[in-house]
């Protein structure tokens, strides 16, 4: 365990800790309308698409003996859980840096920081610390790159954005520690998961209409060809004891593919879409192989 600032009293008191990025699609919001399918024990936790980690981090309060694997295809998202977990002092020195630039000129030190975002640096601390200043200050703290893996998302409006919170980051620090964090494709982390494992799954949306899917957070698809593979490989894992709870849009698609699961609704808000008119709370549905 790396050493870490001393815990304050808030931190003793075991606070749960919270996602330390915004992240579209994030599942903080759905923790309550998950909590009667969770198993009533975990001893192994899988998740093959991270994003914000609202679900480990509530999990890992819940039992912190959890082992877990956290794993995600985008690479800088895993860089940034690694140094939370390994050097969240020194990131949060480079936070305080990036704010005070930011707050200094705030247009022309954004898109400076954004423009560098592939430029190659030698410091995971540097990497770690951009993506959270870019996420916690661009438009919706969307995380969206093009073709060729560019951070393309314009300047939010923020008027004093707050880039952490320390007990929060500290908390979300000791949670990580000995856990599993990979960059690593789906397949292969639901391939790995055994009898008696809990998975949760939160893969890219399928879009609710030809329009609606206008992000991605990797320079790779999520298209229908990878949205049958999962569900595959996520029934297959059923069938071998893993005990699995899948997110995705209620779309005829979806339900097709799970049709052999347990498939419940829960309601979710839509804050991001380009017609204002379909922003607000929307049916998802929360996919599980037990009644």
């Not at 815990?7 to 909590?35: C, H, M, R, Y």
């Not at 704010?99 to 601390?125: M, W």
């Not at 494992?197 to 992000?215: C, E, K, N, Q």
């Not at 779309?251 to 097709?256: A, G, K, M, S």
Request: aromatic share 10%.
């Amino acid at each position: 365990m790396p050493s870490l600032p001393p815990a304050t009293k808030k931190e003793n008191g075991a606070v749960e800790p919270q996602p330390f990025l915004k992240w579209v699609g994030g599942k903080s919001q759905l923790i309550a309308q998950f909590d009667g399918f969770f198993p009533s024990k975990i001893e192994r936790y899988h998740e093959p698409f991270l994003g914000g980690g609202a679900i480990f981090f509530h999990l890992k309060h819940r039992w912190p003996g959890m082992k877990a694997s956290l794993c995600d295809n985008n690479a800088e998202l895993i860089n940034a859980y690694e140094v939370v977990r390994d050097h969240p002092a020194a990131l949060m020195t480079q936070l305080d840096q990036h704010l005070a630039g930011f707050l200094a000129d705030r247009s022309a030190y954004y898109y400076a920081v954004r423009s560098r975002h592939n430029a190659a640096v030698s410091s995971s601390i540097a990497r770690a610390a951009r993506l959270i200043f870019l996420n916690k200050t661009c438009f919706n703290g969307l995380w969206r790159v093009n073709s060729r893996g560019e951070f393309n998302v314009p300047m939010g409006a923020y008027k004093n954005p707050r880039l952490y919170d320390r007990d929060n980051l500290l908390a979300a620090s000791r949670a990580l520690q000995g856990v599993k964090l990979a960059v690593q494709d789906f397949r292969k982390t639901v391939v790995e998961t055994k009898r008696g494992d809990f998975a949760y799954i939160d893969p890219p949306y399928v879009p609710l209409s030809a329009t609606a899917s206008f992000t991605s957070y990797t320079k790779d698809n999520f298209g229908p060809v990878e949205q049958r593979e999962l569900a595959c490989h996520v029934v297959a894992a059923a069938k071998r004891g893993v005990t699995l709870m899948l997110s995705n849009s209620d779309t005829p698609l979806v339900r097709e593919l799970y049709r052999d699961l347990t498939i419940h609704t829960v309601r979710a808000r839509r804050a991001i879409n380009s017609d204002a008119a379909k922003r607000g709370s929307i049916n998802e549905v929360l996919i599980v192989n037990r009644s």
